[in-house]
């Protein structure tokens, strides 16, 4: 039922490989505390890889824009990568998809950061 | 979790904890199954009633352990009907914000209602002094009347 995140470094870009379900409790909680982390470690091109996301709550749409405002705030850059349908169409009866900065092919996400 | 059914009503009472919210999400998912509709439907009214649900534990009991949660699970036939209950001091939908409207649009919540009344034929409000009783509807093999 949780959620999985594992994090690597591609070209300065902090990719956060999520898996499971972002819901109310442990999962939005996880995304929270990963992307506090890296901020706190000054690293502010974070890339949320959603391919393996197969379900996300009100409270875990709440979280990804919570992330993409913190980050935004601290002069960083947070993008999607890889939505599953599922995800993609509640971004889109939310209106979220035209806010997110969302790729479905990585090479292309992590060349679209700017940089430093 | 105790039930009780009555012919194809079942009805569970719950405690106000994530646990309750996580097992009345099954038992949608169970009851749009076993009512034959298809996948992308059973996700739109499993995570509906989830919705409710978180409503219910978080905003009405605010997690109170003398608090309850009473959720109801009916297949008509022609329509599925979910009532999820709560304790709470109420819910006044009128009050709760446009999640779509640009100054809400980033904000961190409030989209529970919004998605609740996105993925259902039907959702009705019953004040119960205490607390609030959502009724989803979801029609089937018919399209929605709700013109």
Known sequence: ?116 | MTGQPERRRVTYTLDSSLDSVNKVEEAAEQLARKAGVDEDEIFRISMAVREAAVNAVLHGNAYDPEKRMTASFEFTGASLVIRIADEGKGLDPATLPDPLAPENLLRGSGRGIFLIRSFMDEVHFRQLHPGTELTLIKHLGTAPTGA
């Open chain 1, 1 to 116: 039922m949780s959620m999985k995140i594992s994090t690597r470094q591609v070209d300065g870009v902090t990719i956060l490989d999520l898996g499971g379900r972002i819901t109310l409790g442990e999962g939005s909680v996880q995304l929270r505390d990963s992307v506090r982390d890296l901020l706190s470690k000054g690293q502010k091109k974070i890339l949320l890889n959603l391919g393996e996301v197969n379900y996300i709550d009100s409270s875990g749409i709440g979280e990804l824009v919570s992330a993409y405002t913190t980050v935004r705030n601290q002069g960083g850059e947070l993008k999607l990568l890889n939505l599953t349908r599922k995800v993609h169409d509640l971004l889109q009866i939310t209106k979220l998809y035209t806010v997110f900065d969302i790729k479905d092919d990585e090479a292309s996400a992590i060349a679209a950061y700017a940089r430093a």
